[in-house]
């Protein structure tokens, strides 16, 4: 029934229309506003005065979590709340302080958002490399035989001895006469020499890759002497054993490894490409011993590799 607008508007007819359109209208409305609500309520974990702690706080968290098994994620994801109540708590305590006003504050927050936006970056910049090849991953795991196939578990003791240079040659020839390295030791107090003593077991992939190119041709008992700036650094290889990894078990990480650098590499070349195209002046007491052109850009940590880790030890 097609009635004239003024009709409707001052008819009894239209007074009822106009009442039930009404009624619809705001039934319709409190049913967007109760989704919306129940929507709300169920992203959000926890109410803590005014401000709330939600399920996207959590999972971030969670993410970031390494080695979390399925099963561990409920009562992980607990424990999380819980830090992200107390957190809650303290941010409000800290507003109400007006300490998100301290300068220092405020600077400390522009680094972490500087830090988050360079990793974002990186991430992004990282995406456009391609995956390591079955013939690359095989080729690197033959190029390095002492992290794979000849694998060991060292048994290490460190000297970290002061000495000048001149005490050097004697030191070298008494370590290479002991008998044993508790004999060296016991010279080294008979002459009053200050040092260090370290012993830790680790496995190939926990040491530093030149450092275990040195120590995977040590046998076991032998020592090497490596002079520094305040003295020497006696490495000894009290034991080891042998403990190899297969190309198979050894897949996984060196793809991981190898994509990393690729995109550390990435990043770098990018960084490059940026700084050539920017003007940079450097300012103040920086005037004087600014970078040269060519100086190798800082890469986020984000698109740092490292020395595939096995775990395996």
Do not use: W
Request: charged content about 25%; some cysteine; glycine content about 6%.
């Amino acid at each position: 029934m097609n009635l004239p607008h003024r009709l409707l508007r001052f008819s009894p007819l239209g007074a009822g229309l106009l009442a039930l359109a009404g009624l619809c209208m705001l039934m319709l409305a409190s049913g967007c506003g109760e989704k919306k609500k129940e929507r709300a309520e169920s992203q959000a974990a926890a109410r803590v005065n005014d401000h709330e702690v939600t399920l996207q706080q959590i999972n971030l968290v969670l993410q970031q979590q390494r080695n979390l098994r399925p099963e561990q994620a409920d009562a992980a994801s607990r424990q999380i709340l819980e830090r992200l109540i107390d957190q809650s708590l303290a941010v409000q305590k800290a507003e109400d302080l007006k300490l998100d006003r301290d300068p220092r504050v405020q600077q400390q927050i522009e680094a972490a958002r500087r830090e988050i936006v360079a990793r974002a970056y990186a991430e992004k910049t990282g995406e456009a490399v391609a995956r390591p090849t079955p013939e690359e991953i095989a080729a690197y795991y033959r190029s390095k035989p002492a992290l794979f196939s000849e694998r060991r578990i060292y048994s290490i003791q460190e000297l970290a001895i002061e000495a000048r240079p001149d005490q050097v040659p004697t030191l070298r020839e008494r370590l290479a006469a002991a008998k044993s390295i508790a004999e060296f030791v016991d010279h080294l107090k008979a002459n009053d020499f200050r040092f260090a003593a370290n012993q830790a077991v680790r496995a190939a992939e926990q040491l530093p890759m030149n450092v275990l190119e040195s120590v995977s041709r040590m046998k076991d008992g032998q020592a090497t002497v490596n002079q520094g700036p305040t003295g020497v650094m006696v490495v000894v290889l009290a034991g080891s054993r042998s403990q190899p990894v297969s190309e198979e078990q050894a897949r996984p990480a060196i793809e991981q490894y190898l994509l990393n650098d690729r995109k550390r590499k990435r990043v770098e070349e990018d960084l490059k490409a940026l700084r050539a195209a920017a003007k940079i002046d450097y300012l103040g007491k920086f005037a004087e011993g600014s970078q040269p052109t060519g100086a190798t850009p800082t890469v986020p940590a984000s698109a740092a590799g490292s020395t595939p880790g096995l775990g395996l030890n």
